[in-house]
């Protein structure tokens, strides 16, 4: 499974490439190897799994891929911790990860609950902006299929995230990680058909569409190529998202710039204020904390600081695709 440390580098380096600062490296993962926690496993598994009556887990746990050892370790984590917190000052010791992870209370078998709430607010965010496309912006419109696709995406991948963080297997990260790059490489491969009017029907145009989209889809099967068959490279993973989302940002972020000046039309900013939003949301990944209450962490905060900029940005395209059909309309 991947640790906790290392998906908070992974978007902890890609907020500081946009902002040029530094990451203070985490600290390791210690709970795992506590002698009172390893201690705890040990009986808790020769008492409740090796016995030829094993304790019974319930049906939602199971269903969840919940098993006995699984089981003593989670309990274990929580014994562990509840002891350190209840030592009177000076003597009470601070909360600690286990295998990469905070020690999170679960939620009907699922591992980081809020986690998947808001991936769900995110995936629902994506699910009415493609309805708000298909309403508002008519089949004619060269760019609502790629809009549209940006859409699908995005379900995807926020379906993944859910499976992921309701379960940490191998299986469930390579999904989650492999559909956020797919997401990440889509939102620089549709920018600039978008702000170099890639669809336009011309010989020149439609070469040069067909060459990135070539390009696109060999860096994606590479990518994936690398991880799945040679080495799963964590370093390799956040270098190659860094350099894919910091430049369609800044291409979003100039064409915003360049769009205000020509049009003077507020929402033509809207691109660079959406990008300094999620520049902002990310930054959550910087100040990783023991979760409130057990549950909502800084990870989990990030993915709920993202959902009002998806919204917003299917207002832009929305708007930017009716500005640009009323703009065809007038110049015929």
């Known amino acids: 499974m991947r640790p906790l440390e290392a998906r908070r580098r992974h978007w902890a380096a890609l907020l500081l490439s946009i902002v040029l600062l530094q990451a203070v490296p985490a600290q390791a993962s210690l709970g795992d190897r506590l002698p009172d926690f390893k201690e705890c496993v040990k009986v808790c598994i020769k008492t409740n799994c090796d016995s030829s009556n094993p304790t019974p887990i319930p ?3 199971r269903l969840l891929l919940w098993n006995c050892p699984a089981e003593c370790d989670y309990h274990c984590q929580h014994v562990v911790t509840d002891k350190r917190l209840a030592r009177d000052p000076p003597y009470r010791e601070p909360i600690l990860q286990f295998h990469g992870k905070w020690p999170f209370h679960r939620f009907l078998g699922m591992q980081e609950p809020f986690s998947v709430l808001f991936s769900l607010l995110n995936f629902l965010a994506h699910d009415a902006g493609i309805r708000r496309l298909k309403d508002q912006v ?16 995005g379900l995807v991948t926020w379906t993944f995230s859910m499976l992921f963080h309701t379960r940490d297997f191998a299986l469930t990260e390579k999904l989650d990680y492999f559909a956020a790059g797919a997401s990440v490489l889509y939102g620089l491969y549709y920018c600039p058909i978008r702000i170099f009017r890639l669809e336009e029907s011309t010989p020149s145009k439609s070469a040069l569409l067909r060459a990135w989209t070539l390009i696109c889809v060999a ?5 994936v190529s690398y991880l799945s068959f040679w080495t799963w490279d964590y370093t390799y993973n956040m ?3 860094i350099a894919v989302g910091v430049t369609a940002n800044v291409m979003w972020s100039w064409f915003s710039v360049y769009r205000f000046q020509r049009t003077k039309k507020w929402w033509s900013a ?3 204020m959406i990008v300094a939003w999620v520049v902002l949301a990310m930054s959550m990944e910087l100040f990783d904390f023991a979760p409130w209450g057990g549950m909502i962490d800084a990870h989990s905060l990030w993915h709920l600081g993202t959902v009002v900029p998806t919204i917003w940005w299917y207002s832009f395209l929305v708007k930017d695709a009716k500005d640009d059909i009323q703009g065809t309309r007038l110049k015929q």
């Open 138 to 153: 008519p089949a004619s419109y060269e760019l609502r299929k790629y809009y549209l696709l940006f859409g699908y995406f």
């Open 270 to 272: 809207w691109p660079g």
């Open 219 to 223: 860096l994606y099967i590479a990518h």
């Open 239 to 241: 270098a190659a998202n």
């Open 59 to 61: 049906l939602q746990r």
